[in-house]
């Protein structure tokens, strides 16, 4: 697995070290605000979920990484591309996701945009994926903002988990002026 630098933060591969990282992050009610899923309640349940990202490391080339900042090391939470293969999305499988997840201490310092930018360039510029896609809850609008900003449009709105969602696209024109995001 690749690891990306930016001028704050390096994205790095899960390793089974961070499971305490990921305890923290999808036990906090206001990071499941807009998560459709129950709050972690133990190191064993993290520890399943770094074990999934690993398998998807090893099954699809890539997955999530561990969003750290480089000042001191701290875990910010994730963020990354991951290939969607076991699960159906606003009737979708088998596709591209930009996703991210931070910690509640760390928002609205920029690190979540810094980092879906580094994850789109992978995508566009050394992956040359033809396209990504990325889903947001009705209501999270600090994450449609992110995803707005790097170029991904707005092309469906659907039901699913009892919420209603936003499905974004954003297709690779290589060659074209800020093809990747810049």
């Not at 999808?26 to 972690?40: G, Q």
């Not at 076991?86 to 928002?107: Q, S, V």
Request: glycine share 10%; net charge neutral; hydrophobic share 40%.
């Amino acid at each position: 697995m690749t690891t990306l630098d930016t001028p704050r933060l390096l994205l790095r591969p899960f390793t089974a070290a961070d499971a305490p990282g990921i305890l923290a992050l999808d036990s906090d009610p206001a990071v499941l605000r807009y998560v459709p899923m129950p709050p972690m309640t133990s190191l064993e349940q993290a520890a399943k979920v770094v074990d999934y990202i690993l398998a998807q490391y090893a099954r699809n080339g890539l997955g999530r990484w561990v969003v750290e900042r480089k000042e001191d090391g701290a875990f910010l939470g994730w963020c990354g591309l991951k290939y969607v293969d076991d699960a159906t999305t606003n009737g979708r499988i088998n596709y591209h996701d930009l996703g991210y997840r931070l910690l509640p201490r760390h928002w609205g310092q920029g690190y979540a945009s810094e980092a879906a930018a580094a994850s789109l360039r992978h995508g566009f510029d050394t992956l040359k994926l033809p396209e990504l896609h990325a889903t947001v809850m009705q209501g999270n609008v600090a994450s449609q903002r992110v995803v707005e900003r790097l170029g991904f449009g707005r092309t469906a709105e659907f039901e699913q988990d009892g919420a209603t969602w936003y499905w974004y696209e954003r297709r690779n024109n290589a060659g074209a002026p800020g093809a990747s995001g810049q």
